[in-house]
């Protein structure tokens, strides 16, 4: 495959998540399980909200401190929902660097802008990047665009707005429902086994064909 274009999800692929980190967090703060909450979406779709810019973080934690009966400041949950992020490994940090060398490579994440600040916080920090756009030709962030995948639109938008060749283009997310929504337009789409350092999964799979 002569591959022109690399996609990638963030989280779980670029960046290891600790989802039960938060869990963890938000159940020892409230008494209450969020474990579906994170995962569908619950309750009242402010989770999807939130990552599609529909509501401030503002009004995301004081709704949340509302359904968890949390008298304490936002705060600690604001603490507690970023618990879930883990510092980019220098690997993928790497890998990617090279990758650029010969690739169009392009970042989609569904996500708001209160995990936006705190992984470029963690960049800054640990790698004295500013902003993900150091290692990416372009960077769409859902909570910006105002989609969300698996929305077939989040993908065509993209597509259109890098005049991407769908037989020259891989897409990687750690998220069935992703992959199946990227393949139904086209597009070469692969499950990435979460938390995987890139070069681990890339090498024998992409690396080898694509460079």
């Not at 938060?22 to 309750?43: C, E, R, S, Y």
């Not at 509501?55 to 009966?69: A, G, W, Y």
């Not at 970023?82 to 890998?95: V, W």
């Amino acid at each position: 495959m002569d591959c022109k274009t690399i996609i990638f999800d963030l989280g779980g692929v670029i960046l290891p998540l600790d989802v039960q980190s938060t869990i963890k967090k938000i159940l020892a703060l409230t008494g209450k399980d969020v474990k579906n909450w994170i995962q569908f979406g619950f309750p009242h779709d402010i989770i999807q909200k939130f990552e599609l810019g529909k509501i401030s973080e503002r009004t995301f934690f004081e709704e949340m401190k509302d359904l968890l009966e949390f008298d304490d400041d936002i705060y600690y949950l604001k603490d507690a929902w970023n618990s879930m992020l883990l510092d980019i490994p220098k690997e993928n940090i790497e890998t990617l660097k090279e990758l650029s060398k010969q690739h169009q490579l392009i970042l989609l994440s569904n996500t708001c802008e209160t995990h936006i600040k705190k992984f470029e916080q963690m960049l800054s920090d640990t790698h004295e990047i500013s902003h993900l756009e150091e290692l990416f030709n372009q960077v769409y962030f859902s909570c910006r665009m105002g989609l969300r995948k698996p929305d077939e639109k989040i993908f065509q938008k993209i597509i259109k707005d890098n005049n991407i060749d769908l037989h020259k283009a891989i897409y990687y997310d750690d998220t069935l429902t992703h992959i199946e929504s990227a393949k139904t337009i086209g597009l070469n789409a692969l499950l990435y086994p979460q938390n995987q350092l890139l070069d681990c999964v890339l090498q024998p799979i992409t690396v080898n064909s694509l460079l």
